[in-house]
């Protein structure tokens, strides 16, 4: 069986703050985007996982293989699965690929046993995974809360094109909570955002895009400023650092734009691909 593992951009992050188990209380709108892995998953004697990526694990360490092991673990299957994944979504992009792939994981084991899980199960599942997986199971856009395990969905209607920029250099979502100046970060309001984009008032989503890890990001690797500046002059309404990046998103509504600025970003050596919200 095959699944589609879709990326996803956060519209709004706020860093509401840091909880005494260590994790940061949370504030997302976080939306599905046209961008995906594709995994497929048949039963086997024993688990294997194949990859057209050499540098990315085949073990545990892996998040279908994690993905796995966790719902054997609360449903006590015994079957196996000979794993294949695709991947496009590239790592430390602040776009959910792990996560991405993680879900469909779960949505194809749910299928193939006959499980019946339900959204609540699908749920606590994916949080023992992984922060974004409950997310990525739906892709639905959703305002996400919590440690990422609250979702409330709602009807995102958009006409913009997204244009994804990402430098070689990634960033790790554990070094920016880290290293992020906690009392002088930005808190968006992604209350706003959400009564944008459920109302499909473009200037409202541009005015109201914002993201609490963006700095410390931007001091971490040097090319996402120099990408959200390229795409600022260049002519994008709107233009944020995805997650904790290091890929950017800039937002139009040219697609002259779009195919002009992908062409000039892929000649710099940057991934680049042109994308919508699902």
């Known amino acids: 069986m095959k699944e589609r593992a879709y990326a996803k951009i956060n519209l709004c992050l706020d860093v509401v703050g840091e909880r005494e188990d260590g994790y940061h209380e949370l504030k997302m709108i976080m939306a599905p985007v046209d961008f995906y892995d594709v995994l497929e998953m048949v039963p086997a004697e024993t688990t294997t996982m194949s990859l057209n990526r050499s540098f990315l694990p085949v073990n545990e360490k892996n998040t279908v293989i994690k993905a796995i092991n966790v719902m054997r673990e609360c449903y006590g299957f015994k079957e196996e699965f000979a794993c294949s994944l695709q991947k496009h979504i ?163 509504r040219s697609p002259r734009l779009l195919r002009k600025t992908s062409d000039l970003m892929r000649y710099k050596g940057y991934f680049v691909r042109m994308t919508k919200i699902l």
């Open 90 to 252: 590239p790592t430390q992009a602040g776009l959910a690929g792990g996560s991405a792939d993680a879900a469909a994981a779960i949505r194809i084991m749910n299928q193939l046993l006959h499980l019946n899980m339900s959204r609540e199960d699908m749920i606590n599942v994916g949080k023992k995974v992984g922060a974004d997986v409950p997310f990525c199971i739906f892709n639905q856009c959703a305002f996400v809360s919590g440690i990422g395990d609250v979702l409330e969905p709602f009807e995102c209607n958009t006409d913009f094109d997204i244009l994804l920029v990402k430098p070689k250099r990634g960033v790790s979502t554990k070094t920016a909570f880290t290293e992020m100046d906690k009392e002088n970060i930005v808190h968006p309001d992604c209350t706003a955002m959400r009564e944008a984009l459920m109302s499909s008032d473009y200037d409202g989503v541009i005015r109201n895009l914002g993201n609490s890890l963006e700095e410390v990001s931007l001091r971490l690797v040097r090319e996402i400023r120099d990408i959200k500046d390229d795409l600022t002059v260049l002519g994008f309404d709107g233009v944020l650092m995805s997650g904790s990046g290091s890929t950017v998103f800039g937002i139009t």
